[in-house]
Nanobody, 124 residues
Framework: VQLQASGGGLVQAGDSLRLSCAAS????????VGWFRQASGKEREFVAG????????VYAGSVKGRFTISEDNAKNTVYLQMNSLKPEDTAVYFC??????????????????WGQGTQVTVSS
């Protein structure tokens, strides 16, 4: 299983970005997909998660209402739409995958497969 995250960049506060996570070797429909981020010098933290094909989503409180996770099954790709970006959103963003389950875990240790990360930098 390989995950390829892309879409990061340098933007100004208030701007939007859409991150993509493309999977090979596994379909999202049978998985839980999570987006995490890691700012310099900080722990990797949960941002958003989705159960494939079920539509159930969860968000960290810091991004709820600004970020949206979604999937395109035809492309086997999951997206993270990020609106109203803030400087504190600056981090390397990772997508991760695990077997489907009743709950969508926020603990990074629950995820098995990881993408390589994409840098998001928000200037003030």
């Amino acid at each position: 299983v390989q995950l390829q995250a892309s879409g990061g960049g340098l933007v100004q506060a208030g701007d939007s970005l859409r991150l993509s996570c493309a999977a090979s070797g596994r379909t999202f429909s049978s998985s839980i997909v999570g987006w995490f981020r890691q700012a310099s010098g900080k722990e990797r933290e949960f941002v958003a998660g989705m159960r494939g094909s079920g539509g159930t989503t969860v968000y960290a409180g810091s991004v709820k209402g600004r970020f949206t996770i979604s999937e395109d099954n035809a492309k086997n790709t999951v997206y993270l739409q990020m609106n109203s970006l803030k400087p504190e959103d600056t981090a390397v963003y990772f997508c991760a995958l695990r077997d489907s389950s009743i709950w969508i875990p926020s603990n990074k240790l629950e995820y098995v497969y990881w993408g390589q990360g994409t840098q998001v930098t928000v200037s003030s």
